[in-house]
């Protein structure tokens, strides 16, 4: 139990949707990163977020965007869904750097 | 940048037989070094870490990775497997402590 939480588990949308994931960091964390995850394959950083500004972005574009709220919870959302995003998405919350980073569950996404 | 190269994407391997998971980085600069196991429909889960120091870490379930500078490699063992060390494993590095960057994953099956 490493005491990030993301919602939802599972969700399916359809292509041209929006979608929203959420991201609850564990207790004293200020840092959150997201990956995707696709199936067969590492996870690829998407973004970082440290005390609510974006710290760092991957090769992802801008229909990939996020938010940190002042109690460091996060929201990683997707606008415009391609089949390609249905993806395992995680994030992972820190205090600082990635040394002692936590990854949640994850959100299994599928765009049909 | 780097780059992670898992050299073996699947490693079938008998109980209480060993096992040797390769892993390759290329990186000009220092780096941190992790493992990580994912379970099926599971997150990522911290096996190990190699930050500074004794190049040889252990985990307290019997994995073992040792630092090797000059080939640039973080080799993962286990002396012997269980059913349940079944599962997926990514390696990664991170540069700075900000961002991950895995490999592919190397999937290892227990058999009986």
């Known amino acids: 139990e490493t005491g990030v939480t993301q919602s939802p588990t599972h969700l399916i949308k359809t292509r041209g949707q929006q979608v929203t994931l959420r991201c609850s960091s564990q207790s004293g964390h200020n840092t959150v990163s997201w990956y995707q995850q696709a199936l067969g394959q590492g996870p690829q950083f998407i973004f970082q977020y440290y005390r609510e500004e974006e710290n760092g972005r991957g090769n992802f574009p801008p229909r990939f965007s996020g938010l940190q709220f002042p109690n460091y919870s996060s929201e990683l959302n997707v606008n415009a869904l391609e089949l390609d995003d249905s993806a395992l998405y995680l994030c992972a919350s820190s205090l600082g750097g990635v040394r002692e980073a936590f990854f949640g569950q994850g959100t299994r996404l599928t765009v049909v | 940048a780097q780059s992670v190269t898992q050299l073996d994407s699947q490693v079938p391997v008998f109980e209480e037989a060993p096992v040797e998971l390769r892993c390759n980085y290329s990186?000009?600069?220092?780096?941190?070094l992790f493992w990580y196991v994912q379970y099926p429909n599971q997150g990522l889960q911290l096996l190990l870490k190699y930050l500074s120091g004794s190049t040889l870490v252990e985990s307290i379930n019997g994995f073992e990775a040792e630092f090797n500078k000059s080939q640039t490699s973080f080799h993962l063992r286990k002396p012997s497997v269980h059913i349940s060390d079944t599962a997926e494993y990514f390696c990664?590095?991170?540069?700075?402590?900000?961002?991950?960057?895995f490999g592919a994953g190397t999937t290892v099956t227990v058999r009986a």
């Open positions: 990186s000009s600069v220092s780096v941190y």
């Open positions: 990664a590095v991170s540069r700075n402590d900000y961002k991950l960057s």
